[in-house]
C-alpha cells in the first residue's frame, strides 16, 4: 500500500474504509466487520478521518450485524483494538504475494 509507505494514516484509514465496503459487498461479514472497526480504531488513534458517508461506504457494521449478529461485534471489536501495523500486515496477508515480484524459478531444464 503507497499510504504505508508513505506512512500517511488518513490515507490508510479511506483504504481499510472501502475494503471494508468491498468485503461486504462480497458477504465476507467478519472481515468486513473487523476492517470497519480497524479503520474506525485509526480514525481515534490519530485524530480523525474521512467519514464513512464522504466514502459512501456506508453503515458496514448494521449491514455486518444484520448477516451474522453477534459475530460482527466481535469482528469490529478486534478490528477496532488492532495497532496500525497489525492492520496493514493484516491487509497484506489477505492481498497474498506482491504482483510485482517475480515468479519463483522452475527446477525443469531448460531445453
Known amino acids: 500500500m503507497i499510504f504505508d509507505e508513505l506512512g500517511h494514516e488518513a490515507g490508510i484509514t479511506m483504504n481499510v474504509d472501502a475494503l471494508?465496503?468491498?468485503?461486504a459487498d462480497a458477504g465476507r461479514w467478519e472481515d468486513a466487520?473487523?476492517?470497519?472497526g480497524a479503520a474506525i480504531g485509526i480514525k481515534?488513534?490519530?485524530g480523525g478521518g474521512?467519514?464513512?458517508r464522504l466514502l459512501l461506504v456506508g453503515d458496514v457494521l448494521?449491514?455486518?450485524r444484520a448477516a451474522i449478529a453477534e459475530a460482527a461485534d466481535r469482528a469490529w471489536a478486534e478490528g477496532r483494538a488492532?495497532?496500525?501495523d497489525q492492520v496493514v500486515r493484516?491487509?497484506?496477508?489477505?492481498a497474498g504475494p506482491d504482483p510485482?515480484?517475480?515468479a519463483p524459478a522452475t527446477s525443469r531444464p531448460v531445453r
Do not use: I, K, Q
Not at 493484516?90 to 489477505?94: K, N, P, S, V
Open 20 to 23: 471494508s465496503r468491498l468485503e
Open 33 to 36: 466487520a473487523r476492517l470497519a
Open 44 to 46: 481515534e488513534r490519530v
Open 50 to 52: 474521512a467519514p464513512a
Open 62 to 64: 448494521g449491514d455486518a
Open 82 to 84: 488492532m495497532a496500525l
Open 90 to 94: 493484516y491487509l497484506a496477508e489477505r
Open 100 to 102: 510485482g515480484t517475480p
